[in-house]
């Protein structure tokens, strides 16, 4: 069974960082492709970062500079280090993973089969 556990949420003023991280079960993301994506109220889900079982990565425009997606694959752990935040990154975020995957990083939710629970950032102003 394949669980994925994000924690690391919070609420920050603007200008500051969170890091979050997504303990993954069932799945190796050394061979996966994972990502991380946020969803705001009235909002669709968009994707954030995602990083191949290659380890190339790819990120949305409207973070790139910003954040940093990485993974520790003895830990099976997924991370995304957010800096220089904004209120408008205020959103749930979900950690995705694909398993077994060689394809590249891509940011769209249906190229995602597991999902996490989310976990809440407010970024205040």
């Known amino acids: 069974q394949v669980q994925l556990v994000e924690s690391g949420g919070g609420s920050v003023q603007a200008g500051g960082s969170l890091r979050l991280s997504c303990a993954a079960s069932?799945?190796?993301?050394?061979?996966?492709?994972v990502g991380w994506f946020r969803q705001a109220p009235g909002k669709e889900r968009e994707g954030v970062a995602a990083i191949a079982s290659d380890d190339r990565k790819g990120y949305a425009d409207s973070v790139k500079g910003r954040f940093t997606i990485s993974k520790d694959n003895a830990k099976n752990t997924l991370y995304l280090q957010m800096n220089s935040l904004k209120p408008e990154d205020t959103a749930t975020y979900y950690c995705a993973a694909y398993p077994n995957s060689w394809g590249g990083p891509y940011l769209s939710p249906a190229l995602f089969t597991y999902w996490g629970q989310g976990t809440q950032v407010t970024v205040s102003s």
């Open positions: 069932g799945l190796i993301i050394s061979r996966s492709r």
